[in-house]
C-alpha cells in the first residue's frame, strides 16, 4: 500500500525534533513495506525531494524571498500566527502550495492520511479531487468558534479519524459526529533508552 501524509512539520535533518512523532509514524510504515510520501513545509534551503530512512519526502515553499518564510517551524504554526503579521499574510500561499503538493504526491497513492487539521483540510480536498480514502490523526485541536467550525467540516467529512486519547475523542464528540474513528494510543520507543551505568561520584 502507499500511503501519502501531509503534515505541517516534519524533520528537515537528521537530529532534528520538529514533526518527530510524524516520522516516527512513517518509519514504522515502511518497515512494514508500505510505500510512504510525506508532503511537509520547506525550511531554509532544505531538498525539496529525497528519501529520508526510506520515506519520500516532498517539501514545498509558500513564500519568496525564502528566507521570509515565516509560518511553519519554529514555536509552531498557532504561535506563529499570534506573533507575525507576516505569518498571518502567508496563510493563504502556504495553504495554496501545500495543496499543490499534495495533490500532485498523492496520486498514486492509496490513502491520504494527514496529521493535524490544517493538513487534514488539504488531505481532504485532494482526496476528493482524486477520489483517495482520507484519514487524519489528532492529537490536539485549536479552540475559538472558527476553529471549531473548521475542525467540523473536515472531520466529519474524512473517513477515518485516529486519536491520540480517549479525551481528546469526547472532546470532538461533543460537537463533531464522525464517519469512523478509533484511538491509538502514543507509545514509548524502548530502543532510544539505554541503561545507564552507575557511577561513582567524585568530588
Not at 519520500?56 to 519568496?64: A, G, I, P
Amino acid at each position: 500500500m502507499k500511503i501519502c501524509i501531509p503534515s505541517t512539520m516534519f524533520l528537515r535533518y537528521a537530529g532534528d525534533t520538529r514533526g518527530l512523532s510524524v516520522y516516527e509514524f512513517a518509519k514504522n510504515l515502511v518497515k512494514a513495506e508500505h510505500k510512504v510520501s510525506v508532503v511537509a513545509p520547506n525550511f531554509d534551503d532544505y531538498a525539496t525531494h529525497e528519501i529520508f530512512d526510506g520515506i519520500e519526502v516532498n517539501r514545498f515553499h509558500y513564500f519568496f524571498p525564502t528566507k521570509y518564510e515565516k509560518l511553519a517551524y519554529g514555536s509552531g504554526i498557532p504561535v506563529n500566527l499570534r506573533n507575525s503579521w507576516l505569518a498571518r499574510f502567508q496563510m493563504l500561499p502556504f495553504t495554496l502550495a501545500f495543496f499543490a503538493k499534495t495533490l500532485s504526491a498523492s496520486k498514486d497513492a492509496d490513502i491520504i492520511h494527514s496529521q493535524w487539521i490544517l493538513s487534514g483540510f488539504v488531505g481532504l480536498i485532494a482526496g476528493k479531487l482524486l477520489g483517495k480514502k482520507t484519514a487524519i490523526t489528532i492529537r490536539q485541536v485549536a479552540s475559538g468558534k472558527f476553529m471549531r467550525f473548521v475542525n467540523k467540516f473536515v472531520l466529519e467529512r474524512t473517513d477515518h479519524v485516529f486519536f491520540n486519547s480517549s479525551f481528546m475523542r469526547d472532546h470532538i464528540l461533543e460537537f463533531c459526529r464522525m464517519k469512523d474513528y478509533s484511538i491509538v494510543n502514543p507509545t514509548v520507543d524502548y530502543d532510544k533508552f539505554k541503561q545507564v551505568k552507575n557511577k561513582e561520584i567524585k568530588d
